[in-house]
């Protein structure tokens, strides 16, 4: 297990040359430059429309390689399963409005297409590499670093530590709503309840009950991440003023 | 110098002990059983309120709410850096050590420790933390506990005396250790028998390897048996050795990984519902009527009965001045406790397990909470179980499940009828 070791991301110190791999890595993910750059290498073996196709997967692959040591399988696995229902809702309704709303999207199809293929691969690809990153470093760790230094930076990294603490604890939220909702709803998707409805009856509450709750989630989701904020401040705020007391004191 | 002072604050219901709470911090905790209106609101008077002096330690309300940090390794960490300048592992297995947690949990995330275990870390974080802070305010710090731990409490007083710090403890009426009040009602419920089959169920939780590596840990419960146990029932046991789990697999949340086991009940269902020790968070945010509305949307009778179960339990508080205001969109923890309740009664399973059910109420409400419900369970056919640490519960109990750790890996249940 030890020989991946140096593949791990999330092992690499200090904390700030992680965050510069992290960015590094991440940079295909916000720019067209690098899926441009490899597509010109490949075009000199492939048709150029071809190369350009083929450069998004490749960079999607090359993400996925990035995480996968870290995260190991089954986690890797299970951040995948979000990707590809993520993806796949974005790109079909994205699909599906640019088809009922042509004059939108002034777009030839094949230009169209090639952009849902784009985006398909960066949701499968960002999803990942997002998690790895929020997950990679540790909040009180920054807040340690930083009150050694004198800079501007200092309250500006508190504040970035703080919001990375606040978005690790997204997923402790959804972890906790899902246990909440399995014992509601077992079946995840469909309601417990459903009466004695015919079909139609049935979808038309079916699509209702969906509705409300994604917006139940919604919700839920947000209060819950909020709720420790104010607490979360108030560590972070104890931890960096004592810590600057102590290193003043030492000089 | 500061003179030591040690002040004890009951009140009535959980709202007013977070008002309380939330003005002796100027921390603002949400009052999530208020609904979401309320949180906003009171997030942006958190936002725009001038910052107050922060210097102490604390217990909230929930004990997972003031330990910020992802495992108690970092929770540990952070609370003795500004003493120690690089605590090393051993000093927080110490740490751990003193307040009866295994050093194992270090690594483990906070959200899946036990609601005593979370307690008990709160101690440990409030000793590193009693070199630099000025006062200490807890609330409800007992609750959680096995009594078999409440001499960790004391020590921790001792502590914060000896060195000349003030002590708030905020809790509710009828706290076992703090105002044991209880009431000397005579509980009278008939007992409802049903099956309960225990064919040694064990239950793996898979390594975690990002972002802290905690080892893989699996609980077997040795037991193989049939037994016919009379509801209402105790689950009871020490903290941390699995009734919660116990729970969660009855109630088919926790995936079992061997073994079995399974309820019958004379009313012919074989389903458990469970109301979770957090039952703000249960609610999903939603107001009691939303709450009922939202599940039975589809299923127009199963509604109706709940609304109708919900009207009878609530009816039963005449004197609960704050619940009676409950139609002008004021809730309250008590309402949305008995919302759950009756959207599970309505569903007409074998069993209902109240985790905890005494948690956020007062011991005067909890009681007739639980006796209110015992009486209408029974009269569906559905068995009743409790699953606490309380001793106030034996009183309502039939019979009681006894949950006692034999390794670490291992859990013995012995069952016994009164």
Same mark, same amino acid.
């Given at each position: 297990?030890?020989?991946?070791?140096?593949?791990?991301?999330?092992?690499?110190?200090?904390?700030?040359?992680?965050?510069?791999?992290?960015?590094?890595?991440?940079?295909?993910?916000?720019?067209?430059?690098?899926?441009?750059?490899?597509?010109?290498?490949?075009?000199?073996?492939?048709?150029?429309?071809?190369?350009?196709?083929?450069?998004?997967?490749?960079?999607?692959?090359?993400?996925?390689?990035?995480?996968?040591?870290?995260?190991?399988?089954?986690?890797?696995?299970?951040?995948?399963?979000?990707?590809?229902?993520?993806?796949?809702?974005?790109?079909?309704?994205?699909?599906?409005?640019? @088809?009922?709303?042509?004059?939108?999207?002034?777009?030839?199809?094949?230009?169209?297409?090639?952009?849902?293929?784009?985006?398909?691969?960066?949701?499968?690809?960002?999803?990942?590499?997002?998690?790895?990153?929020?997950?990679?470093?540790?909040?009180?760790?920054?807040? @340690?670093?930083?009150?050694?230094?004198?800079?501007?930076?200092?309250?500006?990294?508190?504040?970035?530590?703080?919001?990375?603490?606040?978005?690790?604890?997204?997923?402790?939220?959804?972890?906790?709503?899902?246990?909440?909702?399995?014992?509601?709803?077992?079946?995840?998707?469909?309601?417990?309840?459903?009466?004695?409805?015919?079909?139609?009856?049935?979808?038309?509450?079916?699509?209702?009950?969906?509705?409300?709750? &994604?917006?139940?989630?919604?919700?839920?989701?947000?209060?819950?991440?909020?709720?420790?904020?104010?607490?979360?401040?108030?560590?972070?705020?104890?931890?960096?003023?004592? *810590?600057?007391?102590?290193?003043?004191?030492?000089? | 110098?500061?003179?030591?002072?040690? *002040?004890?604050?009951?009140?009535?219901?959980?709202?007013?002990?977070?008002?309380?709470?939330?003005?002796?911090? =100027?921390?603002?905790?949400?009052?999530?059983?208020?609904?979401?209106?309320?949180?906003?609101?009171?997030?942006? *008077?958190?936002?725009?309120?001038?910052?107050?002096?922060?210097?102490?330690?604390?217990?909230?309300?929930?004990?997972?709410?003031?330990?910020?940090?992802?495992?108690?390794?970092?929770?540990?960490?952070?609370?003795?850096?500004?003493?120690?300048?690089?605590?090393?592992?051993?000093?927080?297995?110490?740490?751990?050590?003193?307040?009866?947690?295994?050093?194992?949990?270090?690594?483990?995330?906070?959200?899946?420790?036990?609601?005593?275990?979370?307690?008990?870390? @709160?101690?440990?974080?409030?000793?590193?933390?009693?070199?630099?802070?000025?006062?200490?305010?807890?609330?409800?710090?007992?609750?959680?506990?096995?009594?078999?731990?409440?001499?960790?409490?004391?020590?921790?007083?001792?502590?914060?005396?000896?060195?000349?710090?003030?002590?708030?403890?905020?809790?509710?009426?009828?706290?076992?250790?703090?105002?044991?009040?209880?009431?000397?009602?005579?509980?009278?419920?008939?007992?409802?028998?049903?099956?309960?089959?225990?064919?040694?169920?064990?239950?793996?939780?898979?390594?975690?390897?990002?972002?802290?590596?905690?080892?893989?840990?699996?609980?077997?419960?040795? +037991?193989?048996?049939?037994?016919? &146990?009379?509801?209402?029932?105790?689950?009871? =046991?020490?903290?941390?050795?699995?009734?919660?789990?116990?729970?969660?697999?009855?109630?088919?949340?926790?995936?079992?990984?061997? =073994?079995?086991?399974?309820?019958?009940?004379?009313?012919?269902?074989?389903? +458990?519902?469970?109301?979770?020790?957090?039952?703000?968070?249960?609610?999903?945010?939603?107001?009691?009527?939303?709450?009922?509305?939202?599940?039975?949307?589809?299923?127009?009778?199963?509604?109706?009965?709940?609304?109708?179960?919900?009207?009878?339990?609530?009816?039963?508080?005449? @004197?609960?001045?704050?619940?009676?205001?409950?139609?002008?969109?004021?809730?309250?923890?008590?309402?949305?406790?008995?919302?759950?309740?009756?959207?599970?009664?309505?569903?007409?399973?074998?069993?209902?397990?109240?985790?905890?059910?005494?948690?956020?109420?007062?011991?005067?409400?909890?009681?007739?909470?639980?006796?209110?419900?015992?009486?209408?369970?029974?009269?569906?056919?559905?068995?009743? =179980?409790?699953?606490?640490?309380?001793?106030?519960?034996?009183?309502?109990?039939?019979?009681?499940?006894?949950?006692?750790?034999?390794?670490? *890996?291992?859990?013995?249940?012995?069952?016994?009828?009164?």
């Amino acid at each position: 297990m030890n020989r991946f070791n140096f593949f791990k991301i999330h092992l690499v110190k200090p904390f700030w040359l992680r965050f510069i791999i992290f960015i590094i890595v991440g940079l295909p993910l916000f720019s067209n430059f690098p899926a441009l750059f490899i597509s010109q290498i490949l075009s000199k073996f492939f048709n150029p429309e071809f190369a350009l196709i083929i450069s998004y997967p490749l960079i999607s692959f090359f993400i996925w390689l990035f995480c996968l040591p870290s995260l190991g399988l089954n986690k890797f696995l299970d951040y995948m399963s979000a990707a590809f229902l993520m993806a796949l809702t974005t790109v079909i309704t994205s699909s599906l409005l640019q @088809n009922l709303f042509p004059f939108i999207f002034m777009e030839n199809a094949y230009a169209a297409s090639v952009r849902l293929l784009r985006l398909y691969f960066n949701v499968l690809a960002v999803f990942p590499w997002s998690l790895t990153f929020i997950n990679s470093f540790s909040p009180d760790s920054i807040i @340690n670093a930083l009150t050694q230094l004198r800079t501007p930076f200092r309250e500006a990294g508190l504040h970035f530590a703080l919001a990375l603490r606040v978005f690790q604890h997204v997923g402790t939220v959804v972890s906790k709503l899902l246990l909440i909702w399995k014992e509601r709803y077992p079946s995840l998707l469909v309601m417990r309840h459903t009466g004695e409805n015919k079909k139609i009856k049935f979808i038309f509450a079916w699509v209702r009950w969906l509705a409300y709750s &994604v917006i139940d989630w919604v919700y839920a989701s947000i209060i819950l991440t909020f709720e420790p904020i104010p607490a979360m401040v108030n560590e972070f705020e104890i931890l960096s003023e004592r *810590n600057k007391k102590n290193d003043f004191s030492e000089k | 110098m500061n003179s030591a002072t040690y *002040n004890i604050y009951t009140f009535d219901t959980f709202e007013k002990l977070v008002d309380r709470f939330v003005a002796s911090t =100027g921390l603002y905790f949400p009052k999530l059983s208020e609904g979401k209106d309320s949180f906003f609101k009171g997030f942006y *008077n958190w936002l725009s309120a001038e910052k107050k002096n922060s210097n102490f330690a604390l217990i909230a309300p929930e004990p997972s709410q003031a330990l910020s940090l992802p495992n108690p390794a970092q929770v540990l960490y952070s609370a003795l850096k500004p003493v120690i300048n690089s605590p090393s592992e051993d000093c927080i297995f110490e740490y751990l050590y003193k307040y009866g947690l295994d050093p194992s949990i270090s690594t483990q995330p906070i959200t899946t420790l036990s609601g005593g275990e979370m307690l008990l870390l @709160n101690y440990a974080k409030a000793e590193a933390q009693a070199d630099y802070a000025e006062r200490f305010i807890a609330s409800n710090p007992i609750f959680w506990l096995n009594s078999s731990r409440y001499h960790y409490w004391l020590n921790l007083k001792e502590l914060y005396s000896s060195k000349q710090k003030s002590i708030d403890v905020i809790v509710l009426n009828g706290d076992t250790y703090f105002d044991n009040t209880d009431s000397e009602n005579d509980f009278n419920i008939k007992p409802l028998e049903f099956k309960l089959s225990i064919q040694e169920p064990k239950v793996c939780f898979p390594e975690i390897r990002f972002p802290i590596y905690h080892a893989a840990r699996a609980i077997s419960y040795k +037991c193989h048996k049939e037994i016919i &146990v009379k509801s209402p029932f105790l689950i009871t =046991g020490d903290n941390g050795v699995g009734k919660s789990i116990f729970s969660g697999m009855l109630s088919s949340i926790v995936d079992i990984n061997s =073994g079995n086991l399974s309820v019958e009940a004379i009313n012919g269902a074989a389903s +458990c519902r469970l109301v979770f020790q957090e039952a703000v968070s249960q609610c999903f945010a939603l107001t009691p009527v939303k709450l009922i509305s939202g599940v039975f949307c589809a299923d127009y009778e199963k509604k109706l009965l709940a609304q109708n179960f919900f009207q009878r339990l609530i009816s039963e508080f005449n @004197n609960h001045e704050e619940l009676q205001m409950s139609d002008n969109n004021i809730y309250t923890l008590l309402s949305l406790k008995i919302a759950l309740i009756a959207e599970r009664l309505a569903d007409k399973p074998a069993l209902l397990l109240l985790d905890e059910p005494g948690w956020g109420l007062s011991c005067k409400d909890a009681q007739l909470l639980v006796y209110k419900v015992a009486l209408l369970a029974h009269e569906l056919g559905i068995a009743l =179980g409790i699953v606490s640490h309380q001793p106030t519960w034996h009183k309502f109990a039939a019979s009681k499940l006894t949950l006692k750790r034999l390794s670490q *890996n291992e859990v013995d249940i012995e069952y016994e009828s009164f």
